[in-house]
């Protein structure tokens, strides 16, 4: 992450539990921003794009025009960033040893 | 991550800039209360136990009393566990060369 303030777009994004669930619906595949609209029926076409778009201003959904349809992609970039943040790859085997373990015993 | 009241803790503290760069300091060695204070000059004591708290609280911190002294130790999991949810052990790699990619071009 190249600044505090794009990382904080990123971690404020992530605060919000509906979001988050909106970037799980994503993980699959993309979605049009109608799909994601029948995925979240308790909330309105406006209040899906206003989290949308704080997504999209964190980089953590990229969105792709085709047509008249918008594509809602998630974009693991940020999310890597933060594992490597405080993780890196030289202690994402332990950390993978540890999660087993609890795991194991949770 | 178990329920979504415990991953609203980890968001929320990761929200904060200071309790990030806390974090950082912790990442390379578990340091004591006192060491972490002295770390962060511009914070009085009180305010760096507070932090300590709620990154305590959200368990990306864990505290190890020896003696007087307080230890306190970053813990990964939390962080691995937004890696896995989002990425996932099968993406890693595809994530990991797109990253490689946008720092060659950045």
Chains 1, 2 share one sequence.
Not at 11 to 17: E, G, R, T, V, Y
Not at 46 to 65: F, N, P, R, S, Y
């Amino acid at each position: 992450m190249s600044s505090e303030s794009e990382e904080d777009l990123v971690f404020k994004a992530l605060a919000a539990p509906i979001r988050r669930r909106m970037l799980d619906a994503l993980k699959a595949d993309p979605l049009t921003t109608g799909a994601l609209c029948e995925a979240f029926p308790d909330l309105d076409r406006c209040t899906v794009m206003q989290h949308l778009k704080v997504l999209e201003d964190a980089g953590l959904v990229i969105a792709q025009k085709r047509g008249r349809e918008r594509w809602n992609h998630l974009n693991a970039l940020p999310i890597r960033d933060i594992h490597e943040r405080w993780i890196g790859p030289y202690a994402a085997y332990a950390a993978e040893k540890m999660a087993q373990l609890r795991d194991r015993l949770g």
